[in-house]
């Protein structure tokens, strides 16, 4: 490597570096603001026009907070933990292309790539659960393991059906090879598997259970303050941008679809722009779920993954592989995709009945429980025979 | 392992701590302890007079006020006799139903929060906020309202109040609905609490359950039916009982209840006529010595007052029957073999209010 090119990688992981902070504090204010539209409320409105300058005052915040560290922690893991849930979620950027030209390095095998460095975050957070001596702490970080071992599997096979698809692994041919369909259209099956343990594998609502505020408070994060707290947050969304970027790349043609006009670095603009376009669209897909849906319990997220997103990932590569075998039109998996998953909705939706079956409440009319007459109260006269005074004044209780 | 879910927990609904015994996420064993807003309320009736106890009233359930009032002023009514006028009878009548939707909203917007959702929360709030306003133009108070009077009501309703009520309950009527659709069929909401936390019939009975939480296990009991008191036996109303005894019956009871609530409330107004609001009572009460045992149906079930008086200006004795305690009492027996992500679900099914569990 010539200098040359250490000096452009340095530049550009330093920009990349700006970026992701960048777009985390537009996050922050966006999930905010989108959330308060939900909720009948406004959101931040005090620091700046419609609060814009509320993640500065955030994040000059958090950085000028105490950062405490607790007694019994284990001092070492408590303080690496930030940064092993950092580094992965900064790492997996390096090949993340935003438009054609516009990626730090891109990789033949960029797509394992991205799945081997996103696997280490969980490090984080066990780390985290572990070296803050908290139980609750403890049950937040063992929850995030077996919630985000059990969802990379989906993960990873959903992306596999899109690797098929492609041959390939190469994240700009993945793009490239949706030119003419997008694989939303082909694999809506592999899509949804993505969307859905891709929200596991951050930890969103309704997977939030490892730092689940009414249980365990915040989970792998309860001790953590400071600084060190908003290194955690800034990963967290930076995960979440990741996801939305990825689904946006693999699925929704990434800068893609339909074909920019230009040549050079008009081109290169008008596709980051088209790809950030898509990908704040998915981010706030993942919001307005957040802002919807209650949270799972432990076991139905492990029955979840495994009953559910588990098979139908086979049945999703299975679909692709015999599509791709006897070379079938790809509306073929298309309508296959998509009778898989309203066969899933069916199953899923129709454990409890209809609205009629599940409805164990009945009410009863007073007629038919036989209302009976009230009691009330009778003048009567006082027990010992004298009459009851009354005060002159307009009687009230003092 | 272990652990103390509270007193300073996010969702202990107050200061309740519950000493919990995992094996991993399972609950082996549960162990409530309450008494952290213990402020002797009982004592401090003893030596205050009949009108500065309603103040205590107000305090013990703190979100339905007007319900604790309305219990002991009933009680020391029936130890003097009072014969309370009509027109009293329908302002106690509607704003306590208003208080039992405005209680059960705030349990609705909570237990959206227990579950994980963070939404519900704000429609409930904003469907009590309405409540809440309209309170403060009839009591002065947003709460600790101190405007039931022993033999009637502090004063009598604004003029406008029939056209404020009856905007009132068409907001409202919006507003249930809207909060129904987006909690009682989520399907996460079904998972997380249909066949959580079932107790039976029986079992609730045992424990000394009532309201909500011993309808939904499928016993036909309210005391504005079963003993009717006040003027409820004027209205025609619903009392929805559940079958399964899970957390879902509780929830979807009090939804349904306030609904009927509703109802009456509109009969009440169309019914409700001009007249006095207070009975001719001496400004020092001194009702004569005696025992009085008053059973009225707060939104948690059976509030009762027993109150004994030895014929001064202060009861010589003031027990509350609180209906949060003896809820609270059966958590042990829903909370076998649950997970500690239930244990939220199902504390917050009960519905407490600890300044009513410690007094």
Known sequence: MTALEGLFYGLGAAGLLVFLSGTVMVLTWLERKALARIQLRMGPMRVGPHGTLQPIADVAKLMTKEDITPSWADKRVFWLAPAALLMPALLVWVTIPMARDLVLRNLDMGLFYVIAVSVLSVMGLVMAGWGSANKYAMLGGLRAVGALISYEIPFILAVLGVAMLSQSMDITRIVDDQRSIAYIIVQPLGLFLFLVAGLAELGRTPFDIHHAESEVVGGPFVEYSGAHWAAFMLAEYINTFTVAALVVLLFVGGWRWPAMPGDGALHTLLSLIWFLTKTYFVILAIFWIRGTFPRLRIDQLMAFAWKVLVPLAFVNILLTGLVLYYDLGWWVLTILSLLSLAAAFYIIFGRYGSRAERMTVRVYSTRELGLKPAVRPQAAPPPDGSPVQVDKAPAAGA | ?359
Request: hydrophobic share 40%; aromatic share 8%.
């Open chain 2, 1 to 359: 392992m272990m652990l103390n879910l509270g007193p300073q927990h996010p969702s202990t609904h107050g200061v309740f701590r519950l000493v919990l015994w995992l094996d991993g996420e399972r609950i082996v064993r549960a162990e409530p302890h309450i008494g952290y807003l213990h402020r002797g309320s009982e004592k401090l009736c003893e030596r205050e007079d009949y009108t500065q106890i309603i103040t205590l009233f107000d305090r013990l359930d703190y979100v339905a006020n007007l319900n604790g009032e309305l219990a002991f002023c009933m009680a020391a009514e029936k130890l003097m006799g009072l014969e309370v006028p009509d027109r009293a009878w329908y302002v106690r009548s509607i704003l306590c139903e208003l208080n039992r939707i405005a209680s059960h909203m705030l349990f609705y917007g909570v237990y959206g929060l227990d579950t994980g959702a963070m939404t519900p929360i704000l429609y409930g709030f904003r469907e009590r906020e309405r409540i809440v306003l309209l309170f403060e133009a009839v009591t002065g108070a947003r709460m600790m309202h101190n405007f039931i009077r022993v033999g009637g009501v502090k004063q009598d309703l604004p003029e406008d109040f029939v056209q404020r009520v009856n905007k009132l309950t068409d907001e409202l009527k919006r507003g249930i609905e809207e909060c129904d659709q987006l909690l009682t069929n989520s399907e996460l909401f079904l998972a997380r609490t249909k066949g959580v936390g079932s107790i039976d019939g029986p079992t609730a009975r045992d424990y000394g359950c009532t309201g909500p939480v011993l309808r939904a296990s499928g016993v036909k009991e309210d005391v504005r039916v079963s003993e009717p008191y006040g003027i409820y036996d004027r209205f025609e109303f619903g009392i929805p009982v559940g079958s399964n005894g899970d957390c879902w019956d509780r929830y979807y009871i009090r939804v349904e209840e306030m609904r009927q609530s509703l109802s009456i409330i509109e009969q009440a107004v169309k019914q409700m006529e001009p007249g006095p609001i207070q009975a001719k009572v001496r400004r020092i009460a001194r009702p004569p010595k005696g025992e009085a045992y008053v059973r009225t149906e707060s939104p948690r079930g059976d509030f009762a007052v027993f109150l004994v008086s030895d014929g001064g200006d202060k009861p010589y004795r003031v027990k509350v029957r609180a209906p949060s305690f003896a809820n609270l009492q059966s958590i042990t027996h829903m909370l076998r073999d649950a997970y500690i992500a239930d244990a939220v679900v199902i504390l917050g099914s009960i519905d407490i209010i600890l300044g009513e569990v410690d007094r």
